[in-house]
Nanobody, 126 residues
Framework: QVQLVESGGGSVQAGGSLTLSCTAS????????MGWFRRAPGKEREGIAT????????YYIASVKGRFILSQDNAKNTLYLQMTSLKAEDTAMYYC???????????????????WGQGTQVTVSS
């Protein structure tokens, strides 16, 4: 059974940085897309970054591009999200998970067979 465990969240001031980690167990498929999602208070969960695990450049939504960096360590089955220049609007619960894709082209939409972890809370104060 697939398990995803996110960690690294916390409370920071605007302009600060955090690095999130997501470790997957019971799952290892290089021919898939993985990414990061977030759910802000009162909003729907949104995909913010994705990458083809077999190799490729990450894709980011506009609001985080240039500030967030998605990276992976396939040997450790771990996905990372380096977040810099954090803003109050980045406050959310962050999750990792499988995203939809066609071949090596990934989207930020959640895969229908994704299993959600517990998430990690990021709070940015202005």
């Amino acid at each position: 059974q697939v398990q995803l465990v996110e960690s690294g969240g916390g409370s920071v001031q605007a302009g600060g940085s955090l690095t999130l980690s997501c470790t997957a167990s019971g799952y290892s498929d290089s021919r898939s897309c993985m990414g990061w999602f977030r759910r802000a208070p009162g909003k729907e969960r949104e995909g913010i970054a994705t990458v083809y695990i077999g190799g490729g450049s990450p894709y980011y939504i506009a609001s985080v591009k240039g500030r967030f960096i998605l990276s992976q360590d396939n040997a450790k089955n771990t996905l990372y999200l380096q977040m810099t220049s954090l803003k109050a609007e980045d406050t959310a619960m962050y999750y990792c998970g499988k995203t939809r894709g066609i071949g090596e082209v990934c989207t930020v939409a959640a895969s229908p067979d994704n299993t959600w972890g517990q998430g990690t809370q990021v709070t940015v104060s202005s």
